[in-house]
């Protein structure tokens, strides 16, 4: 099983700063990546397919990179909308695994 | 519009049996594969069974193989966990997801989840 690590657990930022998001794989996952948001008392939804795509309806603040093992959410000027926390998730094997997500929150 | 909606869940005993269900709108079922995600409450997100769009092929994670079965009904736009032997390390809020093959494999869609609890 390929376990996905994600840093910093949190991650306190201000209103219109930039935050960045790790996620670690054990093995290659290729650019089989994905990031999830999710806000409380309500369902993951997806940001980021194939490590780099955003998905419909995505504002252009959200972006992702990496491949292999190394991958990066960059949020550019946060907004108060986008405190949640952050699942990265493989979708190269299975079962697929996802990180244990990074809590960002307002500074 | 794509609407994935949860029923089922609620209150078991220990070694009991529940039985979700998962009614979607908005989009051709039979296309996509499904899966279960839960959320064990103020933990990550664990992935549980997944089934193919013909409902030939299932898997399932190693904490709930032999004990979970999924199945889907695609003249009733419906998917099913049927869960036995039920344990407290299974109460969780359980998400039904669309896995879209040209979303990289990713969970396109989310239901809203169903909250199982497992306690005496």
């Known amino acids: 099983e390929i376990v996905m690590t994600q840093s910093p657990a949190t991650l306190s930022v201000s209103p219109g700063e930039r935050a960045t998001l790790s996620c670690r794989a054990s093995?290659?996952?290729?650019?089989?990546l994905a990031w999830y948001q999710q806000k409380p008392g309500q369902a993951p939804s997806l940001l980021i397919y194939g490590a780099s795509t955003r998905a419909t309806g995505i504002p252009a603040r959200f972006s992702g990179s990496g491949s292999g093992t190394e991958f990066t959410l960059t949020i550019s000027s946060l907004q108060t909308e986008d405190f949640a926390v952050y699942y990265c998730?493989?979708?190269?094997?299975?079962?697929?695994?996802f990180g244990q997500g990074t809590r960002l929150e307002i500074k | 519009e794509v609407q994935l909606l949860e029923s089922g869940g609620g209150l078991v005993q220990p070694g009991g049996s529940l039985r979700l269900s998962c009614a979607a709108s908005g989009f051709t079922f039979s296309n996509y594969a499904m899966g279960w995600v839960r959320q064990a409450p103020g933990k990550g997100l664990e992935w549980v069974s997944i089934?193919?769009?013909?409902?030939?092929?299932?898997d399932y994670a190693d904490s709930v193989k032999g004990r979970f079965a999924i199945s889907r009904d695609n003249s009733k736009n419906t998917l099913y966990l049927q869960m036995n032997s039920l344990r407290a390390e299974d109460t969780a809020v359980y998400y039904c997801a669309t896995r879209v093959s040209s979303y990289a494999g990713s969970f396109k869609y989310w239901g809203q989840g169903t909250l199982v609890t497992v306690s005496a």
């Open positions: 093995q290659s996952v290729g650019s089989n």
């Open positions: 089934i193919s769009g013909g409902g030939s092929s299932t």
């Open positions: 998730q493989q979708c190269d094997n299975w079962p697929v695994t």
